[in-house]
C-alpha cells in the first residue's frame, strides 16, 4: 500500500482502552527504525485510558471517544472511524482496545486492521484468558497477532509467542511475562504488514503471496535473529 506522508513512512491509527504499553512499544519501534511508519492518531473509546496523556506528551494526535455518549454503536464507529480516515492513517492497531467492533468497521480496514490478544488464539478468545489457562492446568500460554475479522479474537493469525506456565504461577505474573514477549511481538508483526510480506487474502495469512500453514512463532524469528 502506498504512503501519503511524503516521508516514505506508513501511517498508524492505534486503539487503546487502558494503559497502553504495547503502544508504547509500537511507538518505539517507529523511534529506533525497527519500523517503518509513524503514529498519527491514538484514540480511545474510554477518557480515563492512562495511555493517552503518554501519546500526547510525546506530540502525537489523540482523540477519545467516550463510546457512552453515542446513541448506538453504529454512530460510535462512524465517528472513529472518520477521525481515524482524518488523519491519513492506513493501518489500525489494537492495542488493548476493548469494544468490540462491527462488521461495517471491520469490513472498512480489512487487511490493514490487526489485534493483539493475549492467549495462543483459537484457545481463549475473549477475557482473563491467563487466569483460564492456569484454571485448565495449561503448561503453555502465549500471545498472538491476528488481522481483524467479524468473529471476536478470530481473525487468522500470523504470529504467536509462546509461554511456559510455571507450577507457582498466578494470572498476574504470567501476564507480566506475556505482556514482555507481546512488546516484542507485536512492531514484528506491524512491520511485516506495512512492509506487504504478510495479507490477508480469502481469509488466510499469506507470507509473501503464499498461504501461510500455521502462524510464525516469535521464538523461531528471535532464535534467527
Ligand atoms: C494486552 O495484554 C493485550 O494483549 C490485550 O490487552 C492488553 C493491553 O495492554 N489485548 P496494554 O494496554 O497494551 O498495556
Known amino acids: 500500500m502506498s504512503t501519503d506522508s ?26 529506533s527504525g525497527q519500523l517503518a511508519a509513524k503514529v498519527c492518531l491514538v484514540a480511545s473509546n474510554n477518557p480515563e485510558a492512562e ?9 502525537i494526535k489523540t482523540i477519545s471517544l467516550d463510546h457512552r455518549q453515542f446513541a448506538s454503536r453504529t454512530d460510535f464507529e462512524t465517528q472513529l472511524a472518520k477521525s481515524i480516515d482524518d488523519s491519513g492513517a492506513e493501518y489500525v492497531l ?18 490493514r486492521m490487526l489485534n493483539i490478544h493475549p492467549s495462543l488464539l483459537p484457545a481463549y478468545p475473549g477475557l482473563d484468558t491467563h487466569a483460564r489457562a492456569i484454571a485448565n492446568g495449561d503448561t503453555e500460554a502465549g500471545a498472538s497477532v ?67 500453514p ?6 523461531d524469528i528471535e532464535a534467527s535473529a
Open 51 to 59: 495511555g493517552l496523556p503518554y501519546a500526547a506528551g510525546r506530540g
Open 94 to 111: 489494537l492495542a488493548g482496545f476493548m469494544r468490540i467492533l462491527g462488521e461495517s468497521f471491520v469490513s472498512r480496514y480489512q487487511g
Open 6 to 31: 511524503g516521508d516514505g513512512k506508513a501511517r498508524l491509527a492505534i486503539l487503546i482502552s487502558g494503559r497502553g504499553s504495547n503502544m508504547q512499544s509500537l511507538l518505539a519501534a517507529c523511534d
Open 214 to 219: 500455521s502462524p510464525r512463532l516469535l521464538g
Open 146 to 212: 491476528h488481522f481483524v475479522t467479524p468473529e471476536l479474537d478470530g481473525g487468522p493469525v500470523m504470529i504467536q509467542a509462546r509461554v511456559r506456565i510455571e507450577p507457582d504461577d498466578s494470572s498476574g505474573k504470567l501476564a507480566q511475562r506475556v505482556l514482555e514477549a507481546e512488546h516484542r511481538m507485536y512492531p514484528i508483526a506491524v512491520a511485516w504488514l506495512v512492509e506487504g510480506l504478510v495479507s490477508l487474502q480469502n481469509g488466510q495469512c499469506h507470507w509473501q503471496g503464499e498461504a501461510m
